[in-house]
């Protein structure tokens, strides 16, 4: 399976040509995944056990004396390890969130330890639908059992272990990213000083799971899906997965960022023109879609999808959010993106709002940015000063 | 830290609940939180003060305040602060209600539109004052609500909301006699901690 560059930045060069040259001073340059084994049976949320796992992670910067500068990245739906640098010298693009990991970044690879993780039921190297199901000998497609939020943060607290890290500086993640980290001060509220939520929702609205719902659909209506075996028959349901980030993309947007970026252009400039793609909006969908129909695995993404629609904290607490965070110690930072209509800043002020119920600290800012949902993965002047700011901050906190 | 927010300060129980509405750089809640333990918010709109407040380690809530306070429960403060901003929001008499809906008390502070150079300027160039404690020209002033202290107290007496303490100072902060004796003439900035009416 090919490997996942994660989302590309939206204002990238549709194709980005190949250098040979050595990475920029500011990169954390070139990096190998490394690859942890647990023996230990795990028993999911949903009652399933596995009899062990991998998980793949990356690491940049140094882990101090004190163990107390370690950093976690939790990705998004398409996210995986490799945040930040490059595998190759070669490599096209570096890591999904290299504009803000690295030496002098808002998360600085040289007072940070920094880990990346790809969670369980990815597609990139960590155990999921992919992989061999012990049972069977064959992958386990479809039949994954279904895997939460909370699982990946106990999956994630066992890697901590393994590499040592008794308490994270900052649990720091976007989108459903965010949600982990959001769990995780829930969950381990003495294993993380910092919680960074990025533009994420306490939970997903029916809106939310419904696009969610179409994206699976879209999916599993692909003659090539057979019911998520098309590993065993050689196929990929490329067509479904390619509707499913096509419609993923339309959410990630804003009205105002596509009609700036991409207007009303046509790709021709001829109306009527035999073309397939007219306009250059298509284009960008297109091409979209199809990159990542060959890079990802569709029982991946309804996984992931799944995930994020259970994802609801305040569930185990009677529904009340105030009462789920009630026992956290993490100081928290609250980001939104003012054009962000799939988690808006509404969502991330409910968040914000049960934590001053609760008397907890709280940072919160909502960043102006043309960019809907994808703006937590592109600079922003404004952004990286207030996520610098705060980390800085937080180091000297930790330092006292 | 600045005189206007010792004064502030000073009033402020150890360990008490402050919202800080306006709240700046966050230099009073700094304070507040070193120096008594006070677990503190603040809510601002100006993205160069809220990097001060993450810069400062205090806790700020991004919100503008022409919005209203809605998302704040019912008394879940002890004390609501506001420092020089009445004036400037869109409904300074709805905001003092909310302000005392949150909190068990307020403090709030403003700049005196009564005070005796307003009122020479007025009188004599018939035009808007413009003064140290006012700077700004009417066409640009965020000022949109300015009032005197007369004002003022008619309108917290009309709501029924008990004075528990005032203190009127100079442009620099300063208490002085003749202030004293007539506020609403030299006064410059007037300080009202104010309670909730009496059921």
């Known amino acids: 399976m090919g490997r996942l ?10 194709t980005a040509p190949v250098s040979t040259a050595a990475p920029p001073t500011d990169s954390v340059g070139i990096v190998a995944p490394c690859r942890a084994h647990f023996d230990d049976c795990l028993t999911l949320q ?45 490599d096209a693009k570096p890591g999904w969130w290299d504009t803000c990991i690295g030496p002098g970044k808002p998360i600085d690879t040289e007072r940070f330890f920094v880990v990346g993780v790809n969670n369980l039921g990815g ?30 943060v106990r999956t994630q607290a066992m890697l901590a272990d393994r590499l040592g890290v008794h308490r994270f500086a900052a649990v720091i993640g976007g989108s459903l990213g965010g949600m982990q980290a959001m769990q995780w001060a829930i969950d381990y509220p003495d294993r993380i000083a910092n919680a960074i939520v990025i533009a994420a929702p306490p939970k997903l609205s029916a809106q939310n799971i419904a696009f969610n719902e179409i994206a699976r659909h879209a999916i599993q209506s692909d003659p090539d899906f057979l019911g998520g075996r098309y590993y065993e028959a050689d196929k990929r349901p490329r067509r479904g997965l390619m509707l499913a980030r096509m419609i993923g993309h339309v959410t990630y947007l804003s009205d ?24 250059q909006v298509e284009s960008y969908l297109h091409y979209q879609g199809t990159s990542f129909s060959e890079k990802f695995d569709a029982n991946t993404y309804i996984l992931m999808t799944r995930a994020l629609d259970y994802f609801d904290p305040a569930l185990e607490f009677d529904g009340d959010l105030v009462s789920a965070v009630a026992e956290t110690n993490a100081r928290f930072l609250i980001l939104a993106f003012s054009s962000d209509w799939r988690f808006s800043p509404a969502r991330s002020g409910e968040i914000v709002d049960a934590l001053i119920a609760a008397r907890k600290d709280v940072v919160s800012a909502v960043i102006d940015s043309p960019h809907g949902h994808d703006s937590f993965l592109i600079y922003n002047e404004r952004y990286f000063e207030v996520l610098g700011g705060y980390l800085d901050e937080a180091l000297r906190r930790l330092d006292t | ?22 709240c700046g750089s966050g230099e009073l809640l700094h304070h507040l939180a070193q120096e008594k333990g006070v677990n503190g918010y603040g809510v601002e709109k100006d993205a160069a003060a809220i990097s001060a407040c993450v810069a400062a380690g205090v806790n700020v809530i991004e919100h503008d305040l022409d919005d209203g306070l809605a998302r704040f429960p019912d008394s879940s403060f002890d004390m ?35 005070h005796w150079r307003c009122r020479a300027q007025l009188a004599t160039s018939g035009r808007m004052p413009v003064a140290r404690h006012l700077p700004h020209d009417w066409y640009s002033t965020p000022n949109i609500h300015l009032c005197t202290f007369r004002d003022f107290e008619l309108l917290v007496n009309e709501k029924g909301l008990p004075i528990i303490e005032r203190f009127v100072v100079n442009g620099d902060h300063e208490f002085q006699a003749h202030i004293n004796r007539f506020p609403n003439l030299f006064g410059t900035t007037a300080f009202y901690r104010l309670g909730r009416a009496p059921l």
């Open chain 1, 256 to 279: 105002d960022g596509m009609g700036t970026r991409f207007g009303r252009e046509l790709k021709s400039g001829d109306i009527g023109s035999a073309q397939d793609v007219q306009f």
């Open chain 1, 5 to 14: 560059s994660g989302p590309r930045p939206a204002d990238a060069p549709e």
């Open chain 1, 123 to 152: 597609c990139d190297g960590s155990t999921g639908p992919v992989s061999a199901n012990p049972a069977t000998g064959e992958p386990w497609g479809a039949a994954f059992p279904t895997v939460t939020v909370k699982d990946w």
């Open chain 1, 46 to 90: 949903c009652g399933v056990t596995l009899g062990g796992f991998d998980l793949v992670y990356e690491t940049y910067g140094t882990l101090n004396a004190e163990r107390s500068n370690a950093v976690l990245i939790c990705h998004a739906l398409s996210g995986n390890h490799h945040a930040a640098g490059f595998h190759t010298p070669d």
């Open chain 2, 80 to 114: 609501v602060v506001m420092t020089e901003t009445l004036q400037a929001v869109a409904e300074p008499s709805r905001l003092i209600d909310e302000m005392l809906r949150i909190g068990d008390e307020c403090v709030v502070t403003f700049p005196n539109f009564g």
């Open chain 2, 1 to 22: 830290m600045r005189r206007d927010l010792e004064i502030i300060a000073a009033l402020i129980k150890p360990g008490a609940r402050v919202l800080d509405l306006g």
